[in-house]
T-cell receptor, first 108, second 116 residues
Framework: GIQVEQSPPDLILQEGANSTLRCNFSDSVNNLQWFHQNPWGQLINLFYIPSGTKQNGRLSATTVATERYSLLYISSSQTTDSGVYFC??????????FGEGTQLTVNP | GAVVSQHPSRVICKSGTSVKIECRSLDFQATTMFWYRQFPKKSLMLMAT?????????EQGVEKDKFLINHASLTLSTLTVTSAHPEDSSFYIC????????????FGAGTRLSVL
């Protein structure tokens, strides 16, 4: 099956800092989603981005499908950005495979 | 749009009892729903995939008689943990995928099950 690696596993930032989270995957996919899991466990959809670049406020994501990686950028981080960020990939019509996540802590 | 409701959010039960968890797509029709399990500080593990009107497909190692899944309509799937034991304690999350061309999965808020 598809392997998904996320880095870094843990990241600690001061409020206002920028960060880049990476997701590498081992095979061709046509589904890639980024999620933020808040402290209560809710998975929040951030981006559906099997290829290309998207931006939503302070967040943006880029997927280079031919090189099998995706990046999530967080700018001007806030304490409310804390939580676990997951990348999940899949092939059309099938399961999503999740990475192990990046635990982000933003300190005031 | 694309809201998935999962109920209950938390349940505590005695060993040997059965627990039913509901997953509803509120504003779209979900031809496929997924059930995941998450251990503390771990990633999500897919347990099973259910398609409306047909039997669920279970992942390897998941006991289908322990985790009964029913997807009777395009907006509702249920997971029943039968004869629960303490080792079944976990965070269970459902997701739903609609009928559009995109394959976006939308997730419920999860159910924290504690078996005493």
């Amino acid at each position: 099956g598809i392997q998904v690696e996320q880095s870094p596993p843990d990241l600690i930032l001061q409020e206002g800092a920028n960060s880049t989270l990476r997701c590498n995957f081992s095979d061709s996919v046509n589904n890639l989603q980024w999620f933020h899991q808040n402290p209560w466990g809710q998975l929040i959809n951030l981006f559906y981005i099997p290829s290309g670049t998207k931006q939503n406020g302070r967040l943006s994501a880029t997927t280079v499908a031919t090189e099998r990686y995706s990046l999530l950028y967080i700018s001007s981080s806030q304490t409310t950005d804390s939580g676990v960020y997951f990348c999940a990939v899949g092939v059309s019509g099938s399961r999503l495979t999740f990475g192990e996540g990046t635990q982000l802590t933003v300190n005031p | 749009g694309a809201v998935v409701s999962q109920h209950p959010s938390r349940v505590i039960c005695k060993s040997g009892t059965s627990v039913k968890i509901e997953c509803r797509s509120l504003d779209f029709q979900a031809t496929t729903m997924f059930w995941y399990r998450q251990f503390p500080k771990k990633s999500l593990m897919l347990m099973a995939t259910s398609n409306e009107g047909s039997k669920a497909t279970y992942e390897q190692g998941v006991e289908k008689d322990k985790f009964l899944i029913n997807h009777a309509s395009l907006t509702l799937s249920t997971l029943t943990v039968t004869s629960a034991h303490p080792e079944d304690s976990s965070f269970y999350i459902c997701s739903a995928r609609g009928t559009t061309l995109e394959n976006i999965q939308y997730f419920g808020a999860g159910t924290r099950l504690s078996v005493l």
